[in-house]
């Protein structure tokens, strides 16, 4: 496609309800990034894909936070048993050529998570 | 610690004054620092960095290493500027990009 495909864009959920949000990046991009886009908190890094590298978890909040990315491309981010404070926009970026390069991420339009 | 201020939340200005938004970091080392601007209902989008030394849409950003500084200024604000900025700096490994709080700008007709 012609630039990070995310899905759903909205998202209402029960508290305690599992969520899988989806990314599909940018064919050829080797880089993939969540990041949690909350109001008046900005950017809050949650995960880092590179290639078939071990991916940086360092950002994901708790143990109910998880992601993978399929064959390189895909990504999914779940989120178990929701609380009100998951409520926000999940951003997914992508970026050519590992970090290491340009710099420049792409962003997707996000999907936005409501807990109820 | 690395780390991305940016200490406005939302910044007025009207059109064609000088509008400069703030962002302070903290890194040691060469930095490398971006600004991201998110227009109403768009996706977030690279406005410009600091390696490239350019001016896009009439605004630049000169990193001041001595006060650790990345401010984005524009001589003459537009209505279309009316946007959520955010600065970001890539970090020690490379993996991650920081970013600060944001700063809306609005600039009133």
């Known amino acids: 496609g012609a630039g990070v495909s995310q899905s759903p864009s909205n998202k209402v959920t029960e508290k305690g309800k599992d969520v899988e949000l989806r990314c599909d990046p940018i064919?050829?991009?080797?880089?993939l990034y969540w990041y949690r886009q909350s109001l008046g908190q900005g950017l809050e890094f949650l995960i880092y894909?590179?290639?078939?590298?071990?991916?940086?978890k360092s950002g994901l909040p708790s143990d109910r936070f998880s992601a993978e990315r399929t064959g390189g491309s895909v990504s999914t981010l779940t989120i178990q048993r929701t609380q009100q404070e998951d409520s926000a926009v999940y951003l997914c970026?992508?970026?050519?050529?590992?970090?290491?390069?340009?710099?420049?991420?792409?962003f997707g339009e996000g999907s936005r998570l409501t807990v109820l | 610690a690395q780390r991305v201020t940016q200490p406005e939340k939302l910044l007025s200005v009207f059109k064609g004054a000088p509008v400069e938004l703030k962002c302070n970091y903290s890194?040691?080392?060469?930095?490398?620092l971006f600004w991201y601007v998110q227009y109403s209902r768009q996706r977030l989008q690279l406005l410009l960095r600091?390696?490239s030394r350019e001016s896009i849409k009439g605004f630049t950003a000169d990193l001041n290493k001595g006060e650790t500084s990345f401010h984005l200024k524009k001589p003459f604000a537009q209505e279309e500027d009316s946007a959520m900025y955010y600065c970001?700096?890539?970090?020690?490994?490379?993996?991650?990009?920081?970013f600060g709080s944001g700063t809306k700008l609005n600039v009133k007709p």
């Open positions: 970026a992508s970026i050519p050529g590992g970090a290491g390069a340009a710099g420049e991420l792409f």
């Open positions: 064919s050829g991009h080797t880089a």
């Open positions: 894909f590179q290639g078939n590298s071990a991916p940086d």
């Open positions: 890194y040691s080392g060469s930095p490398e």
């Open positions: 600091h390696i």
């Open positions: 970001a700096l890539k970090g020690y490994n490379f993996n991650k990009f920081y």
